[in-house]
């Protein structure tokens, strides 16, 4: 099995829907065994602005993760195809093993 991350920021946009609206939307439509959507309370990225959404009056956007896992071939096709709709966010994958 494999595990993908995806990084993006809680304010991008895919249209006029939410980029990680959209992207949970994506995985239902290719049948996902599972996945996860994380808020950020902080976090920074390779420009190193540390973002920190919770501070009074900030404006930072919030970090989220989007977690999911499936067969290797399968998920290695939806973010092939996922790709070619969204160019932005980092995306990460991990080999993982299912307890039973």
Do not use: C, Y
Not at 60 to 65: A, F, S, V
């Amino acid at each position: 099995m494999l595990q993908a991350q995806i990084f993006i920021d809680e304010d991008e946009l895919f249209g006029t829907k939410s980029l990680h609206e959209f992207i949970v939307q994506f995985l239902i439509a290719q049948k996902i065994k599972g996945l996860t959507v994380f808020k950020g309370i902080s976090g920074f990225g390779s420009n190193n602005h540390f973002h920190r959404p919770n501070d009074l009056f900030s404006f930072d956007e919030t970090p989220i993760l989007i977690t999911f896992i499936d067969d290797t071939e399968k998920v290695k096709a939806v973010l092939t195809a996922l790709r070619v709709e969204v160019k932005s966010g980092f995306i990460i994958t991990n080999q993982v093993e299912q307890w039973k």
